[in-house]
């Protein structure tokens, strides 16, 4: 340009430039420089009239934008533009005296159905107890039930046993529709207090959960925004027991509350119709809230000494290796420090490391890399081991006995359903799933849980559930076929898929055949399956498509899945739970392929999920309607732990592996594994 000058003036003089590929580029392509240039050129010749005014910055229509931004789905730039609600939306009152608290309990009982908030004094529904209660039956209106505040706050109030037994005819009553917005939480407190809490019709959090299950968080604040166009004031933390909660404030709090789960029910419950979610919600969801209550309330028992004794054996195990680590460092060192350890292992001693992190593009010290380093060395094969007895000793065995209640003696998990996007419970407080099972240390962590005197553990586990959901919906002949004939699947899979490889050992066969299985029903690349079983990524890709050759229903299933999805923009499981997948048309390749997986993965774990639930409502609906002590008091995966007493044992097991391998009939038979111990770890 600078010998030439303009664009048009260099074509014409492309034959004088010296360069070979500059000149030969200008020939080949003179039409689209001559087309660039007019796409970057600003047209000065249009009919435009300049009308000042009309662009001047006004206010923005916050209706319309706030509309918008929901519809988007830009929760940020929806709070912003949210109206704000008038601070005398809820109007409400407080009542003190057994005539008002009387009157009240009538008068919603006869409008047939209530809206309930409970204000409580500690996180843990297990450990606090009800301040008061907020009572909805009409739409703007509410009442605060104060059950145990200050007497400075509340002069000359009745006891709270009193009080409660004032709201007992209302909250037992089957006629009255219960609505909330954590109803498990107020089943607990209510149960704890020997009042029943029947007929619960709604739970806001549960419902708008269904509807969007990839939501990281679900608040009544956002729910208020999205659908009645309001931005309530935050009194989350308030009524869960978060910090101190004087009278009026927390009357204030539930008020509002109750007052928005009562107008709440009305669009949550048209929109679950509209998604073709409200036989999920009616016969699963809302019937699981009242199981999980009882599950949290029932808590299992820990060996508390036997866990001390552990505590014991780990720390002199953690000694040991710490003695063996820095032997072989050749040095002491801090054996939990990242960058010490990066010095020793990379610096010191000369080991390679292909992974940085993200922060710092230092050489990695995480648990995949040591993994990989392992396989030549034995210094960090010894961190693995250190890391491994450190977690389970300080997550597990320190943490438990600290988590045992001091009124039952017992750990009472938290069960939650509305974390996993595909369904599944989670649990908490401890978390239970974690603990490893292929383990000598978690096992013995397992042998702690135990059974009280008089009563055994009975385990009930679903043999296999994924591949026969899988089996179930891909309609697989050969799948089928090995689960009707009662055979091994990873036995099948290794015979259908090496009688085209090169021979194998039988046992490597049924190893590498079964992580096959599963990595392609949870979405694994061909480079993550070489990485889990140790092969070339050729291998890995001729493992899968001998897999596909004979299972071609299933790779069919596959990609029809992915297909529909990328159309609709989610997937639903058997029994009609949805997943949103936006993510699937994304321009970035990565996000791209998670969303694929989920779209892969998330009908046969989902309608896992859903089974369990499923046999979790049978049972517990049958243990009371036999009027049986047996109860459920975990579920891990797609295990179902009970304690029952040792007159009902087999009884109970006969019920289970019955309800269980009826919950749902598929083309597969459903198979149970039920064992009866003193423990968790004899029943595995």
């Known amino acids: 340009m600078r010998e030439f000058g303009s664009v048009e003036d260099v074509l014409a003089n492309a034959d004088k430039v010296k360069r070979n590929a500059y000149r030969e580029g200008l020939k080949a392509?003179?039409?689209?420089?001559?087309?660039?240039?007019?796409?970057?050129?600003?047209?000065?010749?249009?009919?435009?009239?300049?009308?000042?005014?009309?662009?001047?910055?006004?206010?923005?229509?916050?209706?319309?934008?706030?509309?918008?931004?929901?519809?988007?789905?830009?929760?940020?730039?929806?709070?912003?533009?949210?109206?704000?609600?008038?601070?005398?939306?809820?109007?409400?009152?407080?009542?003190?005296?057994?005539?008002?608290?009387?009157?009240a309990v009538a008068e919603a009982r006869r409008a047939g159905q209530v809206a309930m908030s409970f204000v409580r004094d500690a996180r843990e529904p297990m450990l606090g107890n009800p301040l008061g209660v907020g009572l909805s039956w009409r739409a703007g209106e509410a009442v605060y039930v104060?059950?145990?505040?200050?007497?400075?706050?509340?002069?000359?109030?009745?006891?709270?046993?009193?009080?409660?037994?004032?709201?007992?005819?209302?909250?037992?009553?089957?006629?009255?529709?219960?609505?909330?917005?954590?109803?498990?939480?107020?089943?607990?407190?209510?149960?704890?207090?020997?009042?029943?809490?029947?007929?619960?019709?709604?739970?806001?959090?549960?419902?708008?959960?269904?509807?969007?299950?990839?939501?990281?968080?679900?608040?009544?604040?956002?729910?208020?925004?999205?659908?009645?166009?309001?931005?309530?004031?935050?009194?989350?933390?308030?009524?869960?027991?978060?910090?101190?909660?004087?009278?009026?404030?927390?009357?204030?709090?539930?008020?509002?509350?109750?007052?928005?789960?009562?107008?709440?029910?009305?669009?949550?419950?048209?929109?679950?119709?509209?998604?073709?979610?409200?036989?999920?919600?009616?016969?699963?969801?809302?019937?699981?809230?009242?199981?999980?209550?009882?599950?949290?309330?029932?808590?299992?028992?820990?060996?508390?000494?036997?866990?001390?004794?552990?505590?014991?054996?780990?720390?002199?195990q953690i000694t040991a290796l710490t003695t063996q680590i820095h032997e072989l460092a050749g040095t002491p060192f801090n054996i939990q420090s990242p960058i010490q350890l990066r010095d020793i292992l990379f610096d010191k001693l000369g080991m390679r490391s292909g992974k940085k992190t993200a922060k710092t593009r230092a050489a990695s010290t995480a648990e995949e890399v040591l993994e990989e380093l392992a396989q030549h060395h034995e210094l960090p094969r010894r961190i693995l081991e250190y890391?491994?007895?450190?977690?389970?000793?300080?997550?597990?065995?320190?943490?438990?006995?600290?988590?045992?209640?001091?009124?039952?003696?017992?750990?009472?998990?938290?069960?939650?359903?509305?974390?996993?996007?595909?369904?599944?419970?989670?649990?908490?407080?401890?978390?239970?799933?974690?603990?490893?099972?292929?383990?000598?240390?978690?096992?013995?962590?397992?042998?702690?849980?135990?059974?009280?005197?008089?009563?055994?553990?009975?385990?009930?586990?679903?043999?296999?559930?994924?591949?026969?959901?899988?089996?179930?919906?891909?309609?697989?002949?050969?799948?089928?076929?090995?689960?009707?004939?009662?055979?091994?699947?990873?036995?099948?899979?290794?015979?259908?898929?090496?009688?085209?490889?090169?021979?194998?050992?039988?046992?490597?066969q049924r190893r590498i055949s079964k992580m096959v299985n599963y990595a392609l029903l949870y979405g694994k690349s061909a480079f993550t399956l070489a990485k889990d079983i140790g092969v070339s990524k050729k291998e890995a890709e001729t493992f899968i498509e001998a897999y596909f050759a004979r299972y071609p229903s299933v790779r069919q299933f596959i990609e029809e899945t992915v297909a529909r999805a990328r159309e609709t923009g989610m997937v639903r499981t058997l029994l009609g739970r949805l997943r949103r997948l936006p993510d699937l048309n994304a321009r970035n390749f990565q996000v791209r392929m998670e969303a694929e997986r989920q779209a892969m993965n998330t009908p046969v774990q989902g309608s896992a999920a859903d089974l369990i639930k499923k046999a979790m409502i049978d049972l517990h609906r049958e243990l009371r309607r036999e009027g049986m002590k047996s109860r459920l008091i975990l579920q891990i995966h797609d295990e179902l732990l009970l304690e029952v007493p040792e007159e009902e044992a087999e009884q109970a097991r006969e019920m289970v592996k019955g309800i269980m391998e009826n919950a749902l009939v598929l083309d597969v038979p459903l198979v149970?594994?039920?064992?009866?111990?003193?423990?968790?770890a004899d029943v595995h």
């Open 29 to 103: 392509h003179a039409d689209s420089a001559i087309l660039s240039k007019r796409l970057v050129t600003l047209r000065t010749d249009l009919p435009v009239t300049l009308d000042l005014e009309a662009v001047r910055r006004r206010p923005p229509d916050r209706a319309a934008a706030h509309a918008l931004f929901t519809e988007l789905e830009f929760i940020v730039l929806a709070k912003e533009f949210a109206p704000e609600a008038s601070p005398n939306r809820t109007t409400h009152r407080v009542l003190s005296s057994r005539e008002e608290i009387g009157a």
């Open 146 to 316: 104060p059950i145990a505040h200050s007497p400075l706050e509340n002069p000359g109030a009745m006891p709270g046993a009193e009080v409660l037994a004032l709201l007992a005819p209302l909250f037992e009553d089957p006629q009255v529709r219960k609505l909330s917005a954590r109803g498990k939480h107020d089943r607990i407190l209510l149960c704890r207090k020997g009042l029943g809490c029947e007929s619960l019709a709604f739970d806001a959090l549960v419902a708008s959960y269904l509807l969007n299950p990839g939501k990281r968080n679900f608040s009544m604040d956002d729910l208020a925004m999205e659908f009645l166009s309001e931005g309530p004031r935050s009194t989350t933390a308030l009524i869960e027991g978060a910090g101190p909660a004087p009278m009026m404030a927390a009357a204030e709090a539930a008020a509002q509350e109750a007052d928005l789960t009562l107008r709440l029910s009305g669009p949550l419950a048209k929109r679950l119709e509209e998604e073709g979610l409200t036989e999920i919600y009616r016969t699963m969801e809302l019937p699981l809230v009242e199981v999980l209550a009882d599950m949290e309330r029932a808590g299992v028992k820990v060996n508390v000494p036997f866990l001390a004794d552990m505590s014991r054996d780990m720390e002199q």
């Open 387 to 508: 890391r491994a007895v450190q977690k389970l000793k300080s997550t597990y065995v320190d943490a438990l006995p600290l988590l045992v209640n001091p009124e039952t003696g017992r750990i009472h998990a938290s069960f939650n359903q509305t974390v996993a996007a595909t369904g599944r419970i989670s649990v908490a407080d401890p978390n239970l799933q974690n603990i490893p099972i292929r383990t000598a240390e978690g096992r013995r962590i397992r042998e702690a849980f135990v059974a009280e005197r008089g009563h055994l553990l009975l385990s009930a586990d679903y043999s296999q559930i994924e591949l026969r959901i899988l089996a179930h919906l891909s309609k697989d002949a050969t799948l089928i076929d090995t689960f009707r004939r009662g055979e091994d699947v990873h036995d099948r899979t290794s015979r259908e898929v090496f009688g085209a490889l090169s021979p194998v050992a039988p046992e490597e």
């Open 672 to 680: 149970v594994d039920a064992r009866l111990g003193a423990s968790w």
